[in-house]
């Protein structure tokens, strides 16, 4: 029953524990929150101080209860210690208890357990108390330091607030000193306006009385350089000086009307012109060399019309000659075509039949299964197919010894591709083709293969296979 009671009484105190271990966790969160607000905001002070005196208030009543838990804990101990001597005292009815002694030293150990839990509890109290003060004594440190600053900010604040004063007072004074500036400025700009217009008008007058002397100065120049090469002219065609001529010649009365008998005059001289003691020999001359180009240009002229003629009979030949040539081909094309496709049609168009030899053409097909389009609107294994049938068609029209094909047949499908190998297989009668190909459908169809291996880094070596020797010798 003791042991019952002791170890309800150790479950009463562990609830209890764990309380008050809330309630200072509560505390230490409080206590966060309030360090948080004293250090974001420095005006809350007192409400702060409070809040500190209720949190070292709900710390004295944690340590009265601490205390209160440690003063139950002894007395459990002692309890536990009068178990103990019960159970010394009670050692004679050993044997009678025999049977319970395991059960007893299981509860035994469990309340061993429990004290020792009880104890470690206490402990962690304990420390969680003196981690609380030291925290209390550092949040009271912490709180002197703010008071500190909040004192020197209030005088901070009044030494700002003098030089605020100051400065207005200064402000003032200079507005006053710059309104009187600008008021002078602006009287001066005013005056230096009117100066500048007088100036103005004054430079303006200057600048017309400056060009009217350049232009006398460029007139008198002119008159100057007219007057020197008059008297020049004087000189050099008449040889006579101004003032000779001036005796000799006066100054006739009508001066247009004998500038117009000189301007007659001089036209009437030039009119003669030279004499020209060789002009018998030169009109000869000059007859036999336009009499050789005279010839020499009918002669141009006959061959350059023989030329035009045999470019017309050419181009008529062209035209007839390319007629021949694109109908024939035009109608192979559509056999070939039907024969490649399994079916279709196919046409060539002359975009412009008049002017044969400057003619574009057109390629229109019809797949089995499809309309009638352009080549451009095909598929890319259609157009490719298509351009194997109208080169087909051109070698029907004008067979070659042989033919040069480099994968033809990349863009066909496995279909296309055998009826493809199929046709080269009959064409090949009259003309010999090399196809450079990886498709299986081409390869079987072939005469012979030619491969290019690399047994060897760096080394190629060609490799040859006669299928028609192959057949026979699987025959």
Do not use: W
Request: aromatic share 4%.
């Amino acid at each position: 029953m003791k042991l019952e009671d002791l170890r309800r009484d150790g479950d009463e105190k562990r609830l209890e524990e764990q309380r008050v271990s809330g309630d200072l966790k509560q505390l230490e969160q409080e206590l966060r929150h309030v360090q948080e607000q004293v250090e974001s905001t420095g005006a809350e002070r007192s409400g702060f101080e409070s809040e500190v005196r209720t949190l070292e208030e709900t710390r004295k009543q944690a340590s009265a209860e601490l205390e209160r838990l440690e003063k139950e804990e002894k007395e459990a101990h002692e309890g536990i210690r009068n178990a103990e001597s019960a159970r010394k005292a009670n050692e004679s009815a050993k044997e009678e208890l025999q049977g319970k002694l395991p059960s007893m030293k299981v509860s035994e150990g469990k309340l061993d357990q429990e004290i020792f839990s009880l104890e470690e509890q206490l402990r962690r109290l304990r420390q969680d108390a003196g981690s609380q003060d030291k925290e209390l004594r550092q949040n009271r440190n912490l709180l002197h330091t703010i008071e500190q600053d909040l004192a020197s900010n209030a005088l901070e604040t009044v030494k700002q607030k003098e030089d605020l004063n100051s400065y207005r007072l200064k402000k003032e004074e200079t507005a006053g000193t710059l309104d009187l500036a600008r008021a002078e400025r602006s009287a001066l700009t005013r005056k230096l306006e009117l100066e500048e217009g007088k100036t103005k008008d004054q430079r303006q007058a200057l600048r017309v009385v400056e060009d009217k002397l350049r232009s006398t100065e460029v007139s008198v120049g002119r008159l100057d350089v007219e007057l020197d090469n008059i008297l020049r002219k004087l000189s050099d065609d008449y040889e006579l000086s101004y003032e000779l001529a001036k005796q000799r010649y006066p100054v006739p009365e009508d001066v247009p009307a004998a500038q117009a008998d000189v301007q007659r005059l001089k036209r009437s001289i030039s009119a003669l012109g030279e004499v020209n003691l060789g002009a018998i020999e030169e009109y000869q001359r000059v007859h036999e060399r336009y009499t050789f180009l005279s010839g020499q240009k009918d002669d141009l002229v006959e061959a350059k019309t023989a030329l035009y003629q045999v470019i017309r009979e050419m181009e008529d030949e062209m035209s007839k000659r390319f007629k021949q040539t694109f109908d024939a081909i035009r109608k192979q094309f559509g056999t070939v075509f039907s024969k490649l496709f399994g079916g279709g049609r196919a046409d060539l168009m002359l975009l412009d039949p008049e002017h044969m030899l400057e003619t574009g053409i057109d390629i229109v097909a019809q797949p089995p299964g499809k309309k009638l389009q352009n080549l451009q609107l095909l598929s890319g294994g259609e157009r490719a197919l298509t351009a194997m049938a109208l080169l087909f068609a051109i070698l029907q029209v004008k067979p070659v010894p042989f033919c040069v094909l480099d994968e033809v047949e990349a863009a066909l499908d496995e279909a296309n591709v055998v009826r493809f190998a199929q046709y080269l297989r009959e064409f090949s009668e009259q003309t010999q083709f090399i196809v450079v190909t990886h498709r299986k459908g081409t390869m079987e169809e072939a005469d012979v293969l030619y491969g290019v291996t690399m047994e060897e880094g760096g080394v190629s070596k060609l490799v040859s296979v006669r299928l028609e020797d192959e057949e026979a010798e699987i025959a």
